[in-house]
């Protein structure tokens, strides 16, 4: 079965450091993937996402990550964040067969602590 | 923006009793789903509907489980008899086409007690 694996349980960091969240997923073949980002107290919201073309994906909020296929990773960065960042960040992977769209699976999370 | 909502925020229930999860997805969109988060854990696929039939479901969607789109916009999750072990964050999403992302709605905590 496809698995999506987040290293880091939770991050602290301060402001202005740099960010990069780890994630890895299972299959070999054709995926789509996405990171979500769920503040406190609300739902998940699309931070990006890959299907295809330029591995490296810009997405809202100064986020970027980029798809490695050869280590099967598409991990999460940003060179400078805020408090505001402070969040579960989540990666999600869903499998293409041959055409047809698996669902989304998605890693445990990643607990983003900043500190101001 | 389009949201997809959900409703209530938060239920308390007995064990045993069956709940209804309510969510309104987007109104252009054609696939919808359930996922849950138990405390601590993953954020876990449930079941997906399209064209008024379950499409896919996982294992936790047992016989327990039920989803309905009764009137054309709501899109229901059922638990017929919940355990303990249901407690969890219930998000319902939808998607324009399955190629896209889905739009998650805020979410509805379930507590069995």
Redesign the interface.
């Known amino acids: 079965a496809q698995s999506v694996s987040q290293h880091n349980h939770h991050v602290i960091l301060s402001e202005a450091a740099s960010l990069e969240l780890g994630c890895n997923y299972s299959y070999g073949g054709t995926v789509?993937l996405?990171w979500?980002v769920q503040y406190p107290g609300?739902?998940?919201?699309?931070l990006l996402?890959y299907?295809s073309g330029d591995p490296l994906v810009k997405g809202i909020k100064g986020f970027e990550a980029e798809f490695i296929k050869s280590k099967f990773s598409f991990n999460l960065r940003k060179p400078s964040v805020q408090w505001s960042d402070t969040a579960e960040y989540?990666c999600?992977v869903r499998v293409n067969y041959g055409g047809?769209?698996g669902?989304?699976?998605?890693?445990?999370?990643t607990k983003l602590s900043v500190k101001p | 923006e389009p949201e997809?909502t959900q409703t209530p925020s938060h239920q308390v229930t007995q064990m045993g009793q069956e709940v209804i999860l309510r969510c309104v997805p987007i109104s252009n969109h054609l696939y919808f789903?359930w996922?849950r988060q138990i405390l601590g854990?993953?954020?876990?696929?449930l079941v997906?509907f399209y064209n008024n039939e379950i499409s896919?479901k996982s294992e936790i969607f047992d016989d327990q489980f039920s989803v309905e789109r009764p009137d054309g916009s709501n899109f229901t999750l059922k638990i017929r008899s919940t355990k303990l072990e249901d407690s969890a964050m219930y998000?319902c999403?939808s998607s324009e086409d399955?190629?896209y992302?889905?739009?998650?709605?805020?979410?509805t905590r379930l507590t069995v007690v």
């Open positions: 789509n996405f979500y609300q739902h998940l919201q699309l996402k299907f989540f999600a047809s769209q669902n989304l699976i998605f890693g445990k999370g | 997809v789903y996922y854990q993953k954020v876990e696929f997906s896919e998000f999403a399955r190629a992302g889905y739009t998650f709605g805020s979410g």
